[in-house]
């Protein structure tokens, strides 16, 4: 069965960072993804990276202050946020789609930017 577990969300003042992890068990994956979403808005792209070559893509909001990377050792994906703006605040949900495609998601955890 496959779990992806999210860790590293929580409430941070403007400028500071923080760093999100997702571990996940039970596949092999192939590509893996960071999305937010506020209320009442669609889920939106991140960052993501592939497993082969490590190609990376960024939302322009966020190239140049976050940062995706894969632990490969460990299946964990890492998103390191710095320069965190009130406009980051959102629930972070890790993606992952096995070489099946299969998509998978985390249960979503809470970042939170404000002084």
């Known amino acids: 069965q496959v779990q992806l577990v999210e860790s590293g969300g929580g409430l941070v003042q403007p400028g500071e960072s923080l760093r999100l992890s997702c571990a996940a068990t039970g596949s092999i994956f192939s590509f893996y993804a960071w999305y937010r979403q506020t209320p009442g808005k669609e889920r939106e792209l991140v960052a993501s990276?592939?497993?082969?070559?490590?190609?990376?893509n960024y939302a322009e909001s966020v190239k140049g202050r976050f940062t995706i990377s894969r632990d490969s050792a460990k299946n964990t994906v890492i998103l390191q946020m710095n320069n965190l703006k009130p406009e980051d605040t959102a629930v972070y949900y890790c993606?992952?789609?096995?070489?099946?495609?299969?998509?998978?998601w985390g249960q979503g955890t809470q970042v939170t930017v404000s002084s």
């Open positions: 990276i592939t497993s082969v070559g490590a190609i990376t």
């Open positions: 993606y992952e789609r096995d070489l099946r495609n299969n998509p998978y």
